[in-house]
């Protein structure tokens, strides 16, 4: 069993910063993906940011330049730093961890947070 938890989310006002944290824990023999998906009202969920066991990274063209993805392999933990908020980004941000939780799985398996909420309001 693997268990995926955000914390970080909150009221900011545009031009602000948060940090988004997202820890992994239980069985886990190995991570692959990590990554931060996010959903606002009336809009599909989408992929914010992305990072690899090796740590390349992806983003979506609207967040580059102002939010930034990382990790700490040895904590299964990953990192979203936003800066430079804006109301368009408010949204549900959910972490989404691919990981092997045994040595024999050929695939990882797909594990998702709760969401945190991110509000971009004066």
């Known amino acids: 069993q693997v268990q995926v938890v955000e914390s970080g989310g909150g009221l900011v006002q545009p031009g602000g910063s948060l940090r988004l944290s997202c820890a992994a824990s239980g069985s886990i023999f190995s991570v692959n993906f990590m990554g931060w998906y996010r959903q606002a009202p009336g809009k599909e969920r989408e992929l914010v940011a992305s990072?690899?066991?090796?740590?390349?990274?992806n983003y979506v063209d609207s967040v580059k330049g102002r939010f930034t993805i990382s990790r700490d392999n040895a904590k299964n933990t990953v990192y979203l730093q936003m800066n430079t908020l804006k109301p368009e980004d408010a949204a549900v941000y959910y972490c989404?961890?691919?990981?092997?939780?045994?040595?024999?799985?050929?695939?990882?398996?797909?594990?998702w947070g709760q969401g945190t909420q991110v509000t971009v309001s004066s």
């Open positions: 989404n961890v691919r990981a092997k939780p045994f040595k024999h799985y050929s695939l990882p398996l797909n594990y």
């Open positions: 990072i690899t066991s090796d740590g390349s990274t």
